[in-house]
């Protein structure tokens, strides 16, 4: 009786063996990315240059063995050099819109897509399910400048501020816009 039982189990083993070896080969892919880099510069007023750079990667899923394309993901992220050198914005995925200068600080406007779990409470299953939604902000921030000698030592960062700071300053200072290729968009007043 336990040959037969320990054939069993072996007979078993070897066909989940199989089982996950075949789903691995079928499911298993291959990642293949691709980036670009563009570039833009622009002249602003008052002998500031303002070069702001998108970088785009495309991610292609596709099947090892089958050779099906599963899907392919898109992602950007900006960076802006103000005065190369000078001033530096690393936004992320975030998209940059516009920029003020103002009693020599600058001030940015950008959207951004951020990921917001709602949750619901299942009062029959007696648990609590949660779900994703994609919404895209507005965000402000100003720079903040706390180097010294010649800018080498000492730090510079940005730091963010309401809407209504950003529009108290605006209406005292000029606004210019920042090359981008709107791929994140809400209506906003400020876009006029």
Request: aromatic share 12%; glycine share 6%.
């Amino acid at each position: 009786m336990q040959i037969k039982s320990m054939g069993n189990t072996f007979v078993s083993r070897i066909i989940i063996g199989v089982a996950i070896l075949s789903t691995s080969f079928i499911g298993s892919c291959s990642y293949d990315t691709v980036e670009t880099t563009d570039k833009t510069s622009i002249a602003l007023p008052g002998d500031r240059f303002l070069v702001v750079e998108k970088t785009n990667k495309e991610t292609t899923a596709t099947g090892l063995f089958t050779k099906h394309n599963y899907g392919t993901t898109h992602r950007f992220s900006y960076t802006f050099a103000l005065n190369p050198g000078k001033i530096k914005w690393n936004g992320g995925s975030g998209e940059p819109k516009h920029i003020i200068f103002c009693n020599d600080t600058t001030y940015i406007r950008y959207l951004k897509k951020k990921s917001i779990r709602t949750e619901v409470f299942d009062s029959i299953s007696n648990t609590t399910i949660g779900n994703y939604h994609d919404e895209i902000q507005e965000s402000f921030e100003k720079h903040i400048d706390k180097r010294y000698f010649f800018k080498l030592l000492g730090d510079d960062y940005w730091i963010e501020v309401s809407d209504e700071q950003y529009n108290a300053v605006k209406n005292s200072c000029e606004e210019y816009r920042i090359p981008n290729d709107n791929e994140l968009s809400i209506f906003s007043p400020l876009d006029q």
